[in-house]
C-alpha cells in the first residue's frame, strides 16, 4: 500500500461554510463520554466538536457530570444516565436524534459503561442502519469504547456488523490498539502500518493509529495517510479526545457535501475528514505552543485555537 503524505488536497477538501446555513446545516454531534466524577474528556471532545463546525453538540454522560458540564460548557445540551436508567430506551432516543457520535473517551470499563457501550452499538445499528442513505451518519470510537470492545468478544462482532452499515472511524494509540488487535504493545509501536491495515481490514472501518507521526488508513485498506510534521505539545493527557471531537466536528462540517456532490459517499467524506482532523489538530498544537511554550499547552488550550487553524487553512 502507498503511503500518502501530502496534505494540500485534504485541505482543499475542507468547505466554505455555507452563508445561508443555520445550525441544523452542520449536523447534530453526540458525546457518549465520561463516567461517574469523571467529566474532562467529555468536555474537552466536545469542545473540539463544536470549535471545528458542529452545529449542535449534546453530552450523554453520567448524571453526576451536569453540574460541571454545563458550566464549562453551556453551549452543549445535557443528558444524563445511571445504574437506574433504561439504558436501551436512552441508546435509542438519542441515536434517532444524532447525526455523529463520538463513543467512549473517559468512560473506564465499569459495568455501567460496558452495558451502554453495548447499547450504543445496538442502537446505531438498529436505528442508523437503514436510514444510512439518508442520514449519512458517523460513529467514531476512541479510548474506553476501544477497551470494552476489546474485552468482549460479541462486541468485536457487532462492530463488524456495525461498519457493514455505516461509516466507522476508530482512533486507538498504541494500547489500545494491541488489545484490540490482540498483540504485544511493541509490536504495534514497531509496526504500526501493519496493524492499521489489518485492523482496518478485519473490521472494515477507518483507523486512525495515534502516534507522533499518526497513520489513517481507509475502510478498504486500500490508502494511507502518515502525517509526517510532528506536534510534541499534544503529548498531554486529554489531546486524545480532542481529536475524537476534531473528527466529529469535521464531519459534520463536510458531510453536507455528501448531498451536493452526487458522486462522494459518506465513507470518503469520513475518510477525508479523519485525515483532515488530524492536520488541523497537530497544527492547533503547535500553534497553541507559540502561546504556551511546547511544555505548558493543555488539551483544551488545542481545542481553542482549532477554528483558527481551521479558517487559516482553508485561505491558504
Same mark, same amino acid.
Given at each position: +500500500?502507498?503511503?500518502?503524505?501530502?496534505?494540500?488536497?485534504?485541505?482543499?477538501?475542507?468547505?466554505?461554510?455555507?452563508?445561508?446555513?443555520?445550525?441544523?446545516?452542520?449536523?447534530?454531534?453526540?458525546?457518549?463520554?465520561?463516567?461517574?466524577?469523571?467529566?474532562?474528556?467529555?468536555?474537552?471532545?466536545?469542545?473540539?466538536?463544536?470549535?471545528?463546525?458542529?452545529?449542535? /453538540?449534546?453530552?450523554?454522560?453520567?448524571?453526576?457530570?451536569?453540574?460541571? $458540564?454545563?458550566?464549562? $460548557?453551556?453551549?452543549?445540551?445535557?443528558?444524563?444516565?445511571?445504574?437506574?436508567?433504561?439504558?436501551?430506551?436512552?441508546?435509542?432516543?438519542?441515536? %434517532? =436524534?444524532?447525526? /455523529?457520535?463520538? $463513543?467512549?473517551?473517559? +468512560?473506564?470499563?465499569?459495568?455501567?459503561?460496558?452495558?451502554?457501550?453495548?447499547?450504543?452499538?445496538?442502537?446505531?445499528?438498529?436505528? =442508523?442502519?437503514?436510514?444510512?442513505?439518508?442520514?449519512?451518519?458517523?460513529?467514531?470510537?476512541?479510548?474506553?469504547?476501544?477497551?470494552?470492545?476489546?474485552? +468482549?468478544?460479541?462486541?468485536?462482532?457487532?462492530?463488524?456488523?456495525?461498519?457493514?452499515?455505516?461509516? /466507522?472511524?476508530?482512533?486507538?494509540?498504541?494500547?489500545? +490498539?494491541?488489545?484490540?488487535?490482540?498483540?504485544?504493545?511493541?509490536?504495534?509501536?514497531?509496526?504500526?502500518?501493519?496493524?492499521?491495515?489489518?485492523?482496518?481490514?478485519?473490521?472494515?472501518?477507518?483507523?486512525?493509529?495515534?502516534?507522533?507521526?499518526?497513520?489513517?488508513?481507509?475502510?478498504?485498506?486500500?490508502?494511507?495517510?502518515?502525517?509526517?510534521?510532528?506536534?510534541?505539545?499534544?503529548?498531554?493527557?486529554?489531546?486524545?479526545?480532542?481529536?475524537?471531537?476534531?473528527?466529529?466536528?469535521?464531519?459534520?462540517?463536510?458531510?453536507?457535501?455528501?448531498?451536493?456532490?452526487?458522486?462522494?459517499?459518506?465513507?470518503?467524506?469520513?475518510?477525508?475528514?479523519?485525515?483532515?482532523?488530524?492536520?488541523?489538530?497537530?497544527?492547533?498544537?503547535?500553534?497553541?505552543?507559540?502561546?504556551?511554550?511546547?511544555?505548558?499547552?493543555?488539551?483544551?488550550?488545542?481545542?481553542?485555537?482549532?477554528?483558527? %487553524?481551521?479558517?487559516?487553512?482553508?485561505?491558504?
Amino acid at each position: +500500500m502507498q503511503i500518502v503524505t501530502d496534505a494540500s488536497k485534504f485541505y482543499a477538501y475542507i468547505p466554505k461554510r455555507l452563508e445561508d446555513s443555520h445550525k441544523g446545516t452542520y449536523g447534530k454531534v453526540l458525546i457518549v463520554a465520561g463516567s461517574k466524577g469523571m467529566s474532562g474528556a467529555a468536555y474537552l471532545s466536545a469542545l473540539a466538536a463544536y470549535r471545528t463546525g458542529a452545529g449542535l /453538540v449534546k453530552f450523554l454522560t453520567h448524571k453526576d457530570n451536569r453540574l460541571i $458540564l454545563q458550566t464549562l $460548557l453551556p453551549e452543549a445540551i445535557f443528558e444524563g444516565y445511571d445504574e437506574e436508567t433504561d439504558l436501551q430506551e436512552i441508546s435509542e432516543r438519542n441515536a %434517532v =436524534w444524532a447525526d /455523529v457520535m463520538v $463513543l467512549g473517551p473517559g +468512560m473506564g470499563t465499569t459495568d455501567l459503561s460496558k452495558d451502554m457501550v453495548e447499547e450504543i452499538l445496538n442502537a446505531v445499528s438498529d436505528k =442508523w442502519g437503514d436510514k444510512a442513505e439518508e442520514k449519512h451518519p458517523l460513529l467514531i470510537i476512541d479510548a474506553d469504547g476501544l477497551n470494552i470492545i476489546s474485552s +468482549m468478544p460479541h462486541l468485536k462482532d457487532k462492530l463488524k456488523s456495525v461498519a457493514e452499515e455505516i461509516p /466507522v472511524v476508530i482512533t486507538p494509540h498504541p494500547m489500545e +490498539m494491541s488489545r484490540l488487535a490482540e498483540c504485544e504493545i511493541s509490536e504495534v509501536v514497531k509496526n504500526p502500518e501493519y496493524y492499521a491495515e489489518t485492523v482496518s481490514g478485519e473490521f472494515g472501518l477507518i483507523t486512525v493509529m495515534k502516534g507522533s507521526q499518526t497513520l489513517i488508513c481507509d475502510a478498504q485498506h486500500e490508502a494511507m495517510f502518515k502525517n509526517t510534521k510532528e506536534s510534541p505539545a499534544l503529548s498531554k493527557g486529554g489531546s486524545g479526545d480532542v481529536l475524537s471531537g476534531t473528527i466529529a466536528g469535521l464531519y459534520a462540517l463536510m458531510r453536507p457535501s455528501v448531498s451536493l456532490e452526487i458522486a462522494l459517499n459518506p465513507m470518503e467524506i469520513a475518510y477525508r475528514a479523519a485525515v483532515a482532523a488530524v492536520l488541523i489538530h497537530a497544527e492547533a498544537g503547535r500553534e497553541a505552543a507559540l502561546t504556551f511554550g511546547v511544555n505548558g499547552v493543555l488539551a483544551r488550550d488545542t481545542a481553542d485555537k482549532l477554528g483558527t %487553524v481551521l479558517d487559516r487553512i482553508r485561505i491558504e
